[in-house]
């Protein structure tokens, strides 16, 4: 692609703003702004292990385990926090309605999840 073109690309992307031709300006006055995507209330991990996942009492591998998850299985986390070092990985996240903590090193995220 031709440096110049891209650059008149660029400029008319950063000129009509993350709304395109319809912009800000266009928005009639007084009227409700369109509504944002439902989201859901806890973020979604996904247990990435090729064994099941032991889910433990606190955030360190030395602590007893109080269940399991099974490969594949999808979890519901309520927030993160640093805790014992697994594989190079210091994050931990607490499962919603559990009392439990899995190694972030074997749960993938698939949203940003808050910090306890």
Known sequence: MNKSVLMCAL???LALGPLGGAGWAAQQHGAAPAAAAPRAAYPVGEVVSDAPLHVRER???YSPVVKSLR?????LLHCQKRGGWVDGNPVWYRLQGSKGWVSARFVHDHQPVRAC
Do not use: N
């Open 11 to 13: 400029a008319a992307g």
């Open 59 to 61: 955030a360190t591998v």
């Open 71 to 75: 490969p594949g299985q999808r979890v």
